[in-house]
């Protein structure tokens, strides 16, 4: 699993554009969009050129089951099309936006799955996108007890080698990296932790304080 910070990721064949209550956001290459209020609408396009075979989808959550609704609504444009996914800002005390996979949405290219959306980090909001996120337990053969599997920033999880099971991490028991301006974990990294930290939550094993190796 791979995720890009940014609104242009790299060597792929597509874009997106940010618009925050209806106005885009600036720099255009900017993934932090700040600190955000209920009422806030956060909507970002999905652009490909016209001749990129691919298929669009959101998620839907009619049955107490996350599944792939299909999109059909871009624009007749030969030249280029359009997805366009919205997000409005709700809560009290603290903002909040609908939690992974209401906050995404995603696209198909070939056989690679691309999910773009948004995520809240104390009180700022960032967009990203996540290549291939798969819900199965990636492969620990020959990697060290600790080591980074997969990070889904938009759900907010990695998922890290324990030497049994494999345990998950929330955004908010991970390093903070000034570069990014959130907190993050990077795969292949490795992290340490004492055995008091590792605790089981309904049968998952989730750590609630690490450091990074070598630190």
């Known amino acids: 699993m791979e995720t890009f910070y940014t609104i242009v990721p790299p060597n792929k064949p597509f874009w997106h554009e940010i618009m925050i209550n209806g106005e885009v956001l600036l ?3 900017s993934y932090c969009l700040g600190t955000r209020y209920p009422g806030d609408r956060l909507t970002f396009l999905t652009l490909l050129d016209g001749g990129v075979g691919h298929k669009a ?11 792939k609704h299909y999109k059909t609504d871009h624009n007749e444009d030969p030249y280029q099309v359009v997805y366009t996914k919205t997000i409005r800002v709700f809560g009290d005390d603290v903002s909040v936006i609908p939690p992974y996979p209401l906050n995404a ?5 070939g056989k690679t799955t691309y999910v773009s959306g948004i995520f809240r980090q104390e009180r700022d909001f960032f967009f990203c996108v996540v290549q291939d996120p798969d819900d ?4 620990t053969a020959g990697l ?3 080591t980074v599997l997969s990070i889904n920033m938009l759900e907010g999880i990695a998922k890290i080698h ?10 908010s028991k991970m ?15 490795r992290i340490e932790w004492s055995p008091q930290k590792l605790v089981d939550r309904m049968g998952t094993p989730d750590i609630i304080h690490c450091t990074l190796a070598n630190s």
């Open 57 to 67: 989808f959101t998620y839907t959550d009619r049955t107490g089951l996350m599944a």
């Open 175 to 189: 390093p903070y990296r000034s570069t990014y301006g959130f907190r993050l974990l990077h795969v292949g990294e």
């Open 136 to 139: 199965a337990d990636p492969s």
């Open 162 to 171: 324990t030497g049994d099971k494999i345990a998950h991490i929330h955004w």
């Open 105 to 109: 949405s995603g696209l198909e290219v």
């Open 144 to 146: 060290p007890i600790g």
């Open 27 to 29: 720099p255009k290459n």
